[in-house]
């Protein structure tokens, strides 16, 4: 399915050309010898997404949904490198989104969010949230759409340093993110044996990986998922590892909380 805008290309521009966005030609160009910000996911750390590019977008777009069993709508969306934020309405077209100009001719746009998470004008951190995830405007779903733009001019996206292809429907491609793993997540201790680390923060989630016994692990997000009962506790709270590529209950890390202090959410 494709969550994307069905205009005819005159309409499309028109629109655009109304708020300000300058229509430019579907095949990307390089105009500057500016060097790109080092661009990271519009989505939080370790958070898997699938994406698709409409072959009817004035600019090299691609729109992302989640894959990796989260919900796509209402997800954190993601400041891809730092820089001004300004933020827009265009009910008709890309409903509520944020620019983010990032110096030297190099900016990106973030459609259809469901809310605003910092105010315009506001200078914004790699990694910062500047929205969340929804189907504003001429939408027909929950997605991000997200562009690199180079001087006005719509670029083939790079992030993490590698150019992304542009398949023409969802789960063709796949992109987890390492925007906002700040430096590689936050020390804790486990307890138990025979811990599973599931892909996702549900039991029923395949397992990846089985901590044998304690161990030390480094968190970099943590999630609502499956209620989960053990020795006597109760937790819907689960743990991203690092190391370990993916999921533990709460339940298993050696603290008081139910949810971790100072660990963002996924």
Not at 72 to 86: C, F, K, Q
Not at 117 to 134: D, E, H, L, N, R
Not at 156 to 179: C, E, F, K, M, R
Request: hydrophobic share 35%.
């Amino acid at each position: 399915m494709r969550f994307l805008r069905r205009l005819p290309a005159l309409a499309a521009a028109a629109l655009l050309a109304c708020t300000g966005l300058a229509a430019g030609p579907a095949a990307a160009q390089d105009t500057s010898a500016a060097a790109a910000p080092g661009f990271k996911a519009p989505f939080p750390c370790g958070q898997r997404w699938t994406y698709s590019h409409h072959s009817a977008e004035v600019r090299r777009a691609l729109d992302f949904v989640r894959s990796d069993g989260g919900a796509t709508a209402g997800a954190p969306v993601l400041a891809s490198a730092a820089g001004t934020a300004t933020r827009h309405s265009q009910p008709s077209g890309a409903g509520n989104y944020i620019s983010i100009d990032h110096g030297g001719g190099w900016t990106t746009y973030y459609f259809h969010l469901n809310a605003f998470s910092v105010p315009s004008g506001a200078s914004v951190a790699q990694g910062q949230q500047i929205g969340t995830t929804g189907s504003t405007g001429n939408s027909s779903g929950a997605h991000i759409h997200y562009e690199q733009l180079l001087n006005g001019v719509g670029q083939n996206i790079v992030i993490d340093g590698a150019g992304l292809p542009y398949p023409g429907s969802y789960h063709q491609a796949h992109l987890t993110s390492t925007n906002g793993c700040g430096g590689g997540g936050t020390p804790f201790n486990t307890w138990g044996s025979g811990v599973n680390v599931r892909a996702d923060a549900r039991l029923n989630a395949p397992v990846v990986t089985t901590l044998a016994g304690p161990t030390a692990v480094r968190v970099v997000c943590q999630k609502q998922g499956d209620t989960v009962n053990a020795e006597g506790y109760t937790n819907n709270w689960w743990s991203k590892l690092r190391d370990q590529n993916g999921f533990i209950s709460n339940i298993y890390i050696s603290h008081p909380d139910a949810k971790l202090p100072g660990v963002p959410n996924c």
